[in-house]
């Protein structure tokens, strides 16, 4: 009986996950002033889904075909979402901080007719529709019914786009079946279930914040959300009670830095896209009592590919601090693989689960992280594929550089990229943001610091202090965006 019942469980759709999770009348979302049951959920949803449907019949939507949608986290936004997938018409949220160009550019590259926006988006709408040459949507007020939401397992449930560090952002088509498995896998190891209450602050077309919701709605969870990161948003969410949330650990510190991390109710903080000082998590152990910490890595085409769990972040403040520098072991259900590894080991992490999005005829999905696995399992990440610097036939890592900088107490942030260099053919660069801007660290003792920890060639020759990094509506990043005030200035 048991094992029927699992197989019922692993073939649901995320469309039927959501049906079943929230067919109640306790709180399922909460926006300022405005709370929805399960079952005002799942009506509005149905109201969303009764509106795209007519909206297909005047503006020839075609059945499948994702629509592009700016949308931030909101109780509509979240009707929007579970209604298009269990509708035909799966939402593509697209980036509101984005420029018109910027967003007309993937408009463009879709074949849909019709562009979607909430209300406060209209003008932004207005402009990107007259851009990409597409009729524009005005989400009205969606209206409750009580239709029934279903899906195929391979039917499109929703599609994120790529942050787009590297060019114009590519989308992402999330199927129902694999969706559904992404929900499974976090919902357990982030101990997602009925009881809990999930907040965050990711923007909702990114996967830290649509992905993260979508497993937080399976789960049957009170959701609430910010429309940024700020300390007195946090400070809302510790009134509310959240019990889960993700974030990046520069927002840590940040909180840490106010005086403002404390959060008694919290029992689970999902973190990633960069490593965790030693001193830092020690800190959050202390304002946040009992809080179960998890790194998972993955990106947009599918997460997580590892994670380091809650005993390995207690085993590091215990005294195994390398393994802050790791992003964990496989996660369950996980197969990874080094693809043409070198000498040390490094090469392109290949992972492959049924929860993960974009893969090839093997099941394989092709990371483009660089990285090695140690012989206790953990996955050590080495940066981009497309961001490796080559310093005289030597291979250079910039993530590998940037978490040792970053964990010197006087760099606050630290970007490595490549220069142009006629003896070497490239050569190492640094963007520092000190911790104290008025006293940044001398860049005779940041090499010095490097270079106990990392091999010659690999330490910086150029140290640039600045006030901050160029990052993208994601929070990441930009390497092509560093640019040095001029050549030839050594700081070494």
Known sequence: MA???????????????????????????????????????????????????TLGLDLDLEPGEPVPALVTTSTDA??????????????????????PYEIATVVKATRAEVLLAQPEFAELGRQVAELSGRRLAVVPELHASGRALTAEPDALAAVLHT??????????????????????????LCALDPDSFYGGSAPFHHIAGLGNIAVALAAGALITGLPRFTVEGWALLRELGTTHTSMVPAMLETLLAAGQARHETLRVLQYGGAPIRPETLRRTYDAMPGVRMLNMFGQTEGSPISVLTPEDHREAVAGRTELLRSVGRAAPGVEVRVRDAGPDGVGEILARADHLFRVDAGGWLHSGDLGRVSADGYLYLSGRRSDMIIRGGENVHPLEVETVLAAHPGVA?????????????????????????????????LRTYARARLSGFKVPVRWWFVDDLPRNANGKVVRRGLREPYQGGIHD
């Open 413 to 445: 942030d630290v970007a490595v990229t490549a220069a142009p260099d006629e003896r070497l053919g490239q050569t190492v660069v640094a963007f520092v943001v000190p911790t104290d801007p008025d006293a940044p660290p001398e860049p005779a003792a």
């Open 163 to 188: 942050s787009g560090t590297t060019g114009i952002p590519k989308p992402v088509p999330m199927t129902q079946r694999r969706l559904a498995a992404r929900a499974r896998v976090n919902g357990l």
């Open 3 to 53: 094992g029927a019942q699992e197989a019922v469980t692993t073939a649901a759709t995320w469309t039927a996950m959501v049906s079943r999770a929230y067919d109640h009348a306790r709180p399922a979302v909460r926006f300022g002033d405005l709370t929805w049951t399960g079952r005002e959920l799942l009506d509005r949803a149905g109201g969303a889904a009764d509106w795209l449907d």
């Open 78 to 99: 979240l009707a929007l979402m579970i209604g298009g997938a269990g509708s035909g018409h799966p939402l593509a949220p697209l980036g509101v901080r984005m420029t």
